[in-house]
């Protein structure tokens, strides 16, 4: 039981496109979703916050305008990366939230970016 | 502040060797703790967890962490070191105020045949 998918698992775009990655939590219902970066040989840095209905909550130093993220069902939240730009590549990976067991995080396989 | 910190960034051992991972973390209440461990392109997967109650902790793979409230420690041990636990290891304590996880740096561990 409770599975993350993440899609696609890995993408290629041009330097100014947008690109939807999708969140799922598959067999639970996620009251709340996380979304990471994570940079070669680093660790994960948390960008923002999402609760179902509600907007997300971003992270200092994270825009908003460039990092869109919809929470629209209780198993469903996706990332919009804007007008995408080579620094934006990256390995994104989304956690979903187990409703009443707290801080407990199940996370999804992740998602490479790349940026032309 | 709120911080975990793995102070050993690359552990090579021999396959069959006994391991153990340290992990050190800063938080005012008691912390939720966690070991995750990343295979090369992959998401995280969960070890352990810590909440309350036995301060040794069995997880999944063979791995067990001890919670030393004394020494603000969560490391992890293995007694026999497989080939296929090489990976990257994540230490992480969970905020009871906002929910999030803050990681440590990682340690990538390599396992000599």
């Known amino acids: 039981g409770a599975v993350v998918s993440q899609h696609p698992s890995w993408v290629i775009c041009k330097s100014g496109t947008s690109v939807k990655i999708e969140c799922r939590s598959l067999d639970f219902q996620a009251t709340t979703m996380f979304w990471y970066r994570q940079f070669p040989k680093q660790s994960l840095m948390l960008m923002a916050t999402?609760?179902?209905?509600?907007?997300?909550?971003?992270e200092q130093g994270v825009e908003k305008d460039k990092f869109l993220i919809n929470h629209a069902s209780l198993t469903l939240s996706t990332l919009t990366v804007t007008s995408a730009h080579p620094e934006d590549s990256s390995f994104y990976i989304c956690s979903a939230g187990l409703a009443g067991i707290y801080n407990e995080q199940f996370f999804g396989p992740g998602t490479r970016l790349t940026v032309l | 502040a709120q911080s975990v910190t793995q102070p050993d960034i690359h552990i090579t051992v021999s396959e069959g060797a006994s391991l153990e991972l340290r992990c050190n973390y800063s938080?005012?209440?008691?912390?939720?703790l966690f070991w995750y461990v990343q295979s090369p392109g992959q998401g995280l997967q969960l070890l352990l967890k810590?909440?309350?109650?036995?301060?040794l902790v069995q997880g999944i793979k063979g791995f067990e962490a001890e919670f030393k409230r004394s020494q603000s420690s969560f490391n992890l041990r293995k007694p026999s070191v497989h080939w296929s636990d090489a990976a990257e290891y994540f230490c992480?304590?969970?905020?009871?105020?906002?929910?999030?996880?803050?990681f440590g740096q990682g340690t990538t561990l390599q396992v000599k045949p």
């Open positions: 999402s609760n179902e209905g509600s907007k997300a909550t971003y």
């Open positions: 810590y909440f309350s109650g036995d301060t």
């Open positions: 992480a304590v969970g905020s009871s105020n906002t929910g999030k996880l803050i």
């Open positions: 938080y005012g209440a008691t912390p939720y």
